[in-house]
């Protein structure tokens, strides 16, 4: 079964709203989450490590304003898109290692649609 | 910067055959870990196999198996027997020892023809 549950599935807002996507590891815990963004028929794109406890760390050209991520608890990461725009309509998956050195688990992903 | 290049965006094969798709990655690195993720029309990433770069023995996983060549930096996915529930896109992923980010490459979609 699943050991990463993200939610939710799909969303969709208005131009200006801000939408909140959380990540939790099931059975674990996870002191690093990832979250990737992923465009249509395209790879995934690496956007930030969730550190629980301290900030989160951004890849190089992510709006770290844009993108809020909140790492709360060793078994939820959620990360906000503020102030969200149709560009930022996507695809969203979080990602978290059973242990350290343990392949990524990863879960079924958001579709966001901005209006 | 750590890279992985997927050459093939598009492979078919006729079900029961067998298909390979290449993977090759640009590292520094001497140890590192390579996988094959699997992403079905549900979007579900699945792992299907990994190989540490210290072993020199090929990972392989039921009809999976993989071609890892270190100093070519090549790492290609081996699938025998294909069935239908094997098309999906097909992500190669890299991840230094250490780490535990991945970085993937560009994806193939690969086609079962029945």
């Known amino acids: 079964g699943a050991v990463v549950s993200q939610h939710p599935s799909w969303v969709i807002c208005k131009s200006g709203t801000s939408v909140k996507i959380e990540c939790r590891s099931l059975?674990?815990?996870?002191?690093?989450m990832f979250w990737y963004r992923q465009f249509p028929k395209q790879s995934l794109m690496l956007m930030a490590t969730s550190n629980e406890g301290s900030k989160a760390t951004y890849e190089q050209g992510v709006e770290k304003d844009k993108f809020l991520i909140n790492h709360a608890s060793l078994t939820l990461s959620t990360l906000t898109v503020t102030s969200a725009h149709p560009e930022d309509s996507s695809f969203y998956i979080c990602?978290?290692?059973?242990?350290?050195?343990?392949?990524?688990?990863f879960g079924n992903g958001t579709r966001l649609t901005v209006t | 910067a750590q890279t992985v290049t997927q050459s093939q965006p598009e492979m078919s094969v006729q079900e029961a055959e067998t298909v390979t798709l290449s993977c090759t990655y640009d590292?520094?690195?001497?140890?590192?870990?390579l996988f094959w993720y699997k992403q079905p029309p549900s979007r579900q990433m699945i792992l299907v196999i990994r190989?540490?770069?210290?072993?020199?023995q090929n990972a392989t996983e039921n009809r999976f198996s993989v071609n890892f060549q270190k100093a070519a930096k090549s790492f290609s996915l081996k699938i025998s027997d294909s069935q239908l529930g094997d098309a999906a896109m097909y992500f190669c992923a890299y991840r230094i020892q250490g780490a535990q980010k991945l970085v993937f490459g560009q994806g193939t979609r690969l086609t079962i023809n029945p």
């Open positions: 990602s978290a290692p059973r242990g350290f050195g343990s392949p990524l688990h």
């Open positions: 059975d674990f815990q996870a002191t690093t």
């Open positions: 190989q540490e770069a210290y072993k020199q």
């Open positions: 590292t520094s690195e001497s140890d590192y870990y």
